[in-house]
């Protein structure tokens, strides 16, 4: 039997709820963890309309990109789409969960979707995402010490370096020191300078550790005055997840490749727009999911030809274009933010699918289904050539 639980624990080790934004509000919403999941229907928003969808399919998990509730809440009622979507989940014992932020930028996510939806490869992040914060711990040791010191480093939690742990490197080095009076020294004698062998193990800890691989060391460092340091590393900003995406495309046009746009993503009034030659070449291209205009600035930088988001404002992008033609920077292309996330789902619904099959050997009779209510604002679109 498959538990809301269990699913909940995929999306979530895909999709950690700890990467999300933290003004962001992601997770399970409404539903038992105990509760038996056989239907599961995939969508970009939590609207009245797909509530009754889910309700009419007699879906046990709803399974959303946006938030219903970005801020807190002292009830929920019929007079108000948030209130009569919770109420139409409730009592068609419907769970919500919802994966927004952490699903932008992650492997398999959002901006991912859509950078393979319109036939881009050899992706990248735009901005990779911050990686561990991590430092190195440097300490001298006397060498009949080394091993028990490394050991304690090791259990301590330094020398975790992705798939290894107890990693550490030594230089050989010479302590030369003068044990003053009230000193206790361990090796040596007061007032008399003393040379010993010595070597430096040098360690790489996450910062969050700092304060006990510390303690630990100094704890088990025969010296009373143990010489070391600290250094925080610098990330190099090499991690595969990140904000947008960007890679190749065949060559073509920008023209063709709104065109090629148009075609990958579902329908919406409001189309494809783009801003631009039409026939400036094409061959790589920066996406993001959902509203990108506050990576107008950074793509600027980059080599690319095109960028493709949604919801650009006028001005930022007036602005951004006056750049680009002085620059020779991207052109733009606006889609729909609906239907650009939509693509993130066919891709969420295949994963489970695998998933759930591995996961559970009655997994077959989980059914899945991407909805096709389009959620998108805007419903009419007057067509009309623009004034020259």
Request: aromatic share 4%; charged share 25%.
């Amino acid at each position: 039997m498959l538990r809301l639980r269990d699913v909940v624990d995929l999306v979530h080790a895909w999709y950690p709820p700890h990467t999300a934004d933290g003004w962001d509000r992601v997770g399970l919403v409404h539903g038992d963890p105990e509760r038996e999941v056989r239907r599961i229907l995939l969508a970009v928003d939590p609207a009245p309309s797909v509530a009754e969808e889910a309700a009419a399919w007699d879906a046990d998990l709803l399974v959303v990109h946006h938030p219903l509730f970005l801020k807190g809440v002292h009830g929920f009622t019929a007079e108000t789409p948030k209130g009569r979507t919770l109420m139409t989940l409730a009592e068609a014992r419907c769970a919500l969960l919802t994966a927004h932020t952490n699903a932008d930028q992650a492997l398999g996510g959002v901006s991912e979707a859509l950078a393979h939806a319109v036939g881009l490869s050899g992706l990248t992040p735009i901005v990779p995402a911050a990686g561990p914060a991590l430092d190195q711990l440097s300490v001298h040791v006397p060498v009949a010490h080394a091993d028990r010191v490394r050991a304690v480093l090791a259990d301590a939690g330094a020398g975790r370096l992705g798939d290894y742990d107890a990693a550490s490197s030594s230089v050989a080095s010479t302590g030369r020191f003068r044990p003053l009076a009230g000193a206790r020294p361990t090796i040596g004698t007061v007032g008399e300078p003393e040379t010993v062998p010595e070597e430096r193990i040098d360690v790489v800890l996450p910062r969050a550790s700092r304060a006990d691989v510390v303690r630990a060391m100094l704890a088990a460092h025969p010296y009373e005055e143990p010489a070391y340091a600290v250094v925080e590393l610098a990330d190099p900003g090499l991690a595969p997840t990140g904000t947008g995406r960007i890679g190749d495309v065949e060559p073509t046009t920008l023209r063709g490749f709104a065109e090629r746009v148009a075609a990958a993503l579902p329908a919406t009034a409001q189309g494809v727009r783009a801003a631009g030659d039409p026939d400036r070449p094409v061959r790589r291209v920066a996406v993001c999911g959902g509203a990108g205009d506050f990576l107008l600035d950074e793509v600027g930088r980059r080599d690319v030809d095109v960028y493709l988001t949604s919801d650009l404002r006028h001005h930022p992008a007036s602005e951004f274009l006056e750049r680009s033609a002085l620059t020779g920077g991207p052109a733009l292309v606006d889609v729909a933010h609906w239907a650009a996330e939509w693509t993130w789902l066919p891709v969420l619904a295949e994963r489970l699918r695998a998933a759930i099959a591995d996961l559970d050997a009655d997994g077959a009779t989980v059914s899945l289904r991407v909805s096709t209510t389009c959620t998108d604002p805007w419903t009419i679109r007057v067509s009309e050539e623009p004034a020259r």
